[in-house]
């Protein structure tokens, strides 16, 4: 049906809306949360994706394994291939991705929907920081490399994580179940 690619900067909550989206709709059919594969350990309260190293995600990369890759930060990231089958039996996919990656998810999928996560500066300053993998200077160098802005042709949807969480996820949840009307 549709791939949902989350994007926003780091700290803005993607992991926590999709995983409360995940338990909320765990048992309805038409959705499926795919774990992306990313070449950095997970930290299991933090986020959600499947660890693999360098030379195991080249030979994956080579197989054929990913529907989607791309580097970011120093690290390599994928969306597996198996979305296809969720994708071809009419389910909305939602992947945590990256803004680099929507072009080519773009022209691979043409009903991908973009979900934009922001959230306030300084509340992503704490969050960074509580994660704790980072010093104060890493995280403010994180903050201050954000990335690209996503350009104006990209259609979106809008999540502001910068206020109480239910009512983001409330909004999160509401916008995927509007995909399958």
């Known amino acids: 049906m549709v791939l949902v690619l989350v994007v926003g900067p780091s700290g803005a909550g993607k992991d926590t809306l999709i995983s409360r989206a995940q338990d909320e709709l765990a048992d309805d059919p038409r959705f499926s949360f795919v774990r992306r594969v ?43 291939v198996a979305i296809d089958a969720a994708l071809e039996a009419g389910r909305v996919v939602v992947a945590n991705g990256s803004r680099a990656a929507i072009p080519a998810a773009q022209a691979k999928y ?5 979900f ?3 959230a306030d500066r300084e509340l992503r300053a704490l969050r960074l920081a509580a ?7 890493a995280v ?3 903050l201050d490399r954000e990335g690209i802005e996503l350009a104006p042709n990209i259609e979106r949807v809008t999540i502001d ?3 109480h969480l239910a009512e983001s996820v409330t909004r999160f949840i509401e916008e995927l179940r509007r995909l399958t009307r």
């Open 38 to 80: 990313v070449t950095r350990n997970a930290v299991a309260a933090l986020e959600d994706h499947e660890t693999m190293d360098e030379a195991a995600f080249t030979v994956a990369l080579m197989r054929g394994d990913f529907a989607l890759h791309w580097d970011a930060h120093g690290l390599r990231y994928a969306i597996p």
């Open 110 to 114: 043409p009903d991908c929907v973009v």
């Open 116 to 118: 934009l996560v922001t």
């Open 131 to 137: 994660r704790g993998r980072e010093n104060a200077g």
């Open 140 to 142: 403010r160098a994180r």
């Open 161 to 163: 994580n910068s206020g």
